[in-house]
């Protein structure tokens, strides 16, 4: 990963958690909460993972989300 794809994740990663709906699910939930739910062996990252690490495996979702697939 180059370091503008980094910045770029960041970046996508930041905006996100920057949803008024995502700060108040984190207010309500707590950060050790994950995004969704996974299945045995397939997690996901918690708020706190996301705010912390870039999760490149997630770039999609997060893409998709902002297009308003979700």
Not at 17 to 46: C, F, I
Request: charged share 30%; net charge negative.
């Amino acid at each position: 990963m180059t370091d503008a794809e980094r910045d770029e994740l960041r970046s996508l990663q930041d905006r996100w958690l920057k949803l008024p709906h995502v700060r108040r699910q984190v207010e309500l939930y707590g950060e050790d909460e994950p995004l969704a739910l996974g299945y045995p062996g397939n997690p996901w990252p918690t708020f706190e993972q996301v705010r912390l690490h870039l999760h490149p495996e997630l770039k999609g979702w997060f893409e998709d989300f902002f297009r308003g697939h979700w």
